[in-house]
């Protein structure tokens, strides 16, 4: 490659020379003054500066010099220069040559390489509106690769998208899957101009989305950077696109399945209010004694149990469709936790409670009805899952801000890694699905209904100390 | 004397309830009618005289509430219980608003029908039987003594000052004592139209007033709350 331009510009200082010696010739034969001849050869070699560059100008201004000598300078048709003037005129002629030469070099040079820059950024742009006009979709990484590759016609393009760990290449591009990646992991960015090779770091802000390496590309580093960041864009959209068409999916899930409950929950509210208006109506007939009054007062119970069930599965698609009214009003808590043990007082099975609390008296803001149902629950969760008859602790202590209630059993145990996921609906816990009755539903309604209150919800459990669900509820308004 | 029975007139659409009810009802000593929709209620009421109507909101044809404004234009003298599966929604708060003297959420206690019933007919017979000199302005409830027409308040003899707001609200409360009064209706009664979204202007009053009124406030016995309707005041003998 390098003797080729050196064999080109042989040849063009060869015809250069040619052109200064032809027309050296035809000044003198045109009778042309010393002056007149230097004017033309200077406006040959501004000529040849202009077209070829540098080197063949300057070699042609010398030999220029020469021919002015031979056939202008006194004595004729020697190289020898008797005035001392005619050695200013050639030397002014070689500056002026040499110097023009410079710019007009210097000036070709900045238009071709606005030309390839106008070119490259010709590229990009087509490359940024055909990303524009990419389809969402499976295999982001390949299209935007190959589309990388088309539009600036590079060799080969890798490209990594860390957000699912895919690698496309399309082209010829002999990197290792570990050299693509590499940019990402080490974050730098790096370019052998010498191998047209390049790797980029794909970001968005300070953080680093995938790594894109071009190789046999003439691209400058800057505008290998500015593809990076299309590649970047591209990507991100894509990823966004992909979040909000999941995220969008799970809320129609969960909209659908709340409706399904909701429609349940009221379709068993016609057969339940038939058995409960019959049962309870027999009991206040009271004409009943013995077997008969005791089995329609266990259907009667029963019936009202399976009432609370379908409220808390009405109460379940309420908070998840947003749709639940909490109407808060000052609770004295100490009252409430009473209401709900006497609530529970036929499904103790034996458990004593022991109700602890603090020295003040603790008022909340709540949802009288919400609260006693959360209450209700976790007392109907320690009855479950406590030793058989042993005690079940509530606690009531004052923070600053909020009063947190507690719940206490012995006997059962919830490993670490459990303890979130028991306030997920139809969670069931690895000891409790299968020894225990239950839907799952119940300690959801618990977590909801006290974030419902801006409240908190955890576990707290150890297999000596037994179970303790710790609520939270703010001691003061923050907004109804 | 034989005492007389009521005679409730029950509008259901589901066929167990009804029968539940008409059985139910008529062994505890009511005398029954049965409707399976607001056009045929609207028809037996012509031709009965009835003390009370059991109304089920969700019906075909006209629907409850429809059946609840026809009812109360046309026979104001026969209190509207309304029978719902869903407590706290807007349709019971219409229902109150277009003329329904209470409300009942299905699945229900007996016990708790019955009592309901019983209370709305004895407050519309003392109504319709009262002095026609104009409106009760002296109200005396467990130690409260309210004279509505001097705005004096008294409890166990003594007087309690009230703000022009919270006499207001009481007033609206005692007017309809027994009655569930939706936060809305006492919103616009007391600051009006254009307040009826202002709860928190509502819940301040009725904190204010409980303080004053009740011996404990956090359990109260004259202003009770209706979970997500509102507030009632007690009735002389509940």
């Known amino acids: ?480 | 004397m034989m005492e007389q029975k009521s005679k409730v007139l029950v509008v259901e659409d589901d066929t167990g309830i009804r029968q539940s009810l008409f059985e139910t009802l008529g062994a505890l000593g009511f005398a029954v009618g049965e409707a399976s929709n607001g056009e045929e209620a609207l028809l037996r009421l012509r031709m009965v005289d009835y003390n009370a109507v059991l109304l089920d909101i969700a019906m075909p044809g006209m629907g409850g509430k429809e059946a609840c404004r026809r009812i109360h234009r046309s026979y104001p003298q026969i209190p509207v219980v309304m029978l719902t599966v869903r407590d706290g929604e807007d349709d019971v708060v219409e229902s109150l608003e277009l003329g329904a003297s209470d409300y009942v959420t299905k699945p229900f206690q007996i016990r708790e029908l019955t009592a309901r019933l019983r209370a709305v007919i004895r407050r519309h017979q003392a109504l319709s039987a009262g002095p026609s000199a104009g409106p009760v302005t002296v109200f005396a409830v467990g130690d409260l003594s309210l004279d509505i027409a001097h705005r004096r308040v008294e409890k166990r003899g003594k007087e309690i000052i009230l703000a022009p707001k919270e006499f207001e609200t009481l007033r609206c409360l005692i007017e309809n004592a027994g009655r569930p009064v939706p936060h809305q209706h006492l919103l616009k009664s007391v600051w009006g139209p254009h307040y009826s979204g202002e709860r928190e202007y509502l819940r301040t009053i009725i904190n204010q007033l409980r303080k004053k009124l009740e011996d404990d406030r956090t359990r109260p016995v004259y202003i009770l709350t209706e979970s997500h309707i509102g507030y009632r005041f007690r009735e002389n003998d509940e």
């Open chain 1, 1 to 480: 490659m390098i003797s080729k331009s050196i064999r080109k510009t042989s040849l063009r200082i060869a015809a250069g020379s040619g052109a200064a010696v032809l027309v050296a010739f035809l000044s003198y034969r045109a009778d042309f003054n010393l002056s007149s001849a230097t004017s033309v050869q200077l406006c040959l070699v501004a000529a040849i500066a202009l077209r070829w560059g540098l080197i063949e100008a300057s070699a042609v201004s010398l030999l220029s010099v020469v021919c002015i000598d031979f056939f202008f300078a006194k004595p004729l048709f020697v190289f020898f220069v008797n005035d001392a003037h005619d050695w200013i005129a050639l030397g002014t002629f070689e500056t002026v040559a040499i110097l023009i030469s410079t710019l007009s070099n210097q000036v070709g040079h900045h238009a071709r390489e606005a030309e390839k820059r106008q070119a490259q950024l010709q590229k990009l742009y087509e490359l940024s509106e055909r990303l524009l006009l990419l389809d969402h979709g499976e295999a982001v990484e390949q299209r935007l690769a190959n589309l990388i590759q088309s539009t600036l016609n590079v060799g080969g393009v890798a490209l990594w998208n860390a957000y699912d760990f895919n690698l496309a290449r399309c082209g010829d591009c002999n990197l290792s899957d570990q050299e693509v990646r590499a940019a990402c992991f080490a974050n730098t960015n790096e370019d052998d101009p010498a191998v047209g090779l390049s790797h980029r770091v794909l970001r968005l802000g300070t953080r680093a989305i995938g790594s894109l390496s071009l190789c046999g590309h003439t691209l400058d580093p800057s505008s290998v950077s500015a593809a990076a960041s299309l590649a970047a864009i591209a990507i991100e959209r894509e990823h966004s696109f992909s979040t909000k068409a999941t995220a969008e999916a799970a809320k129609q899930s969960e909209q659908l399945r709340s409706a399904i409950l909701d429609g349940l929950a009221h379709a068993f509210k016609s057969p339940l209010t038939t058995i409960m208006a019959s049962s309870s109506g027999l009991l206040a007939m009271n004409t009943l004694a013995g077997t008969e009054k005791k089995l329609i007062d266990l259907i009667d119970r029963q019936a009202t149990h399976l009432n609370d069930l379908t409220n808390h599965l009405l109460l379940t698609a309420k908070l998840d469709s947003g749709g639940l009214k909490v109407s808060r009003e000052e609770v004295d808590v100490a009252q409430l936790i009473q209401s709900s043990v006497d609530a529970c007082s036929y499904e103790l099975d034996g458990h004593a409670i022991d109700v602890r609390l603090a020295g003040l008296q603790s008022m909340v803001w709540a949802d009288r009805k919400l609260f006693q149902l959360a209450l209700v629950q976790l007392l109907d969760n320690a009855v479950k899952y406590g030793s058989p008859g042993s005690p079940i602790a509530i606690g009531v202590q004052q923070g600053r801000e909020e009063v947190l209630i507690t719940v206490k059993n012995e006997g059962s145990f919830i490993p670490a890694g459990e303890r979130e996921k028991v306030f997920q609906r139809f969670y069931r816990s690895s000891g409790s699905s299968g020894a225990t009755s239950g839907t799952g539903i119940g300690l959801s309604v618990v977590k909801r209904i006290t974030e419902a209150h801006e409240g908190r919800a955890w576990v707290n459990s150890d297999p000596v100390n037994g179970t303790t669900f710790v609520i939270t509820l703010p001691r003061v308004a923050r907004g109804a």
